[in-house]
């Protein structure tokens, strides 16, 4: 399967500050990208579709102006948490789908803890 | 009703046993079925993609029924490296989206 990375793994950040996170393609030029975010004991929900060159589209329920999107290149899709809160404290995972059943890869994940 | 709905279990079986998942799905459009796998704090990884005719891949057996809107996981000899959540994942239908099930938890014990 592809292989996607994530940075940072981990972050703990005060409440108000903002977190950005990056998403890379190692082997795969992705013109489509997902976000996801994961609670405790909770399944997998996704955020919002990242494409390439053009504005992401968020999920229901899923604040655009509050998780900023940016997919600049075929490698590289980062989400950014603006001021963060409490709430926002879950784990995010990015993915792609390069496979040819409609498959993702997913990135390691990154552990957000906001105090 | 669940668009992904699975058993969480914990499944608590010894090494060397045969176990089943079950897992069902509400939206009849979708096209593409898998099963990942999640270990603690960790990402999910693919385990197999479940094709109409149904596929084995070593000890994992994978079967679908698209009338009864149903996919299942059969584990054989059980390890303990088997040891993990294993999440039922259907497409939605649109836009290369998927539905992740809650996940059914397996724990393989000596």
């Known amino acids: 399967g592809a292989v996607v990375s994530q940075h940072p793994s981990w972050v703990i950040c005060k409440s108000g500050t903002s977190v950005k996170i990056e998403c890379r393609s190692l082997?795969?030029?992705?013109?489509?990208m997902f976000w996801y975010r994961q609670f405790p004991k909770q399944s997998l929900m996704l955020m919002a579709t990242s494409n390439e060159g053009s504005k992401a589209t968020y999920e229901q329920g899923v604040e655009k102006d509050k998780f900023l999107i940016n997919h600049a290149s075929l490698t590289l899709s980062t989400l950014t948490v603006t001021s963060a809160h409490p709430e926002d404290s879950s784990f995010y995972i990015c993915?792609?789908?390069?496979?040819?059943?409609?498959?993702?890869?997913f990135g390691p994940g990154t552990r957000l803890t906001v105090l | 009703r669940k668009e992904v709905e699975q058993d969480p279990g914990p499944f608590n079986v010894p090494e060397g046993a045969t176990v089943a998942f079950n897992c069902t799905y509400s939206?009849?459009?979708?096209?593409?079925f898998f099963w990942y796998r999640q270990d603690c704090r960790k990402e999910p990884k693919l385990l197999m993609s479940v094709y109409s005719s149904g596929n084995e891949d070593g000890r994992f057996t994978a079967q679908l029924n698209r009338a009864s809107q149903y996919i299942s996981l059969l584990i054989r000899d059980s390890k303990l490296s088997d040891s993990a959540t294993y999440l039922c994942?259907?497409?939605?239908?649109?836009?290369?989206?998927?539905?992740f099930g809650t996940g059914t938890r397996l724990q393989v014990t000596l």
């Open positions: 993915s792609e789908s390069s496979g040819s059943y409609n498959e993702q890869f």
């Open positions: 082997d795969f030029q992705a013109t489509t």
């Open positions: 994942v259907v497409d939605t239908g649109t836009a290369s989206k998927l539905t």
């Open positions: 939206n009849s459009a979708s096209q593409s």
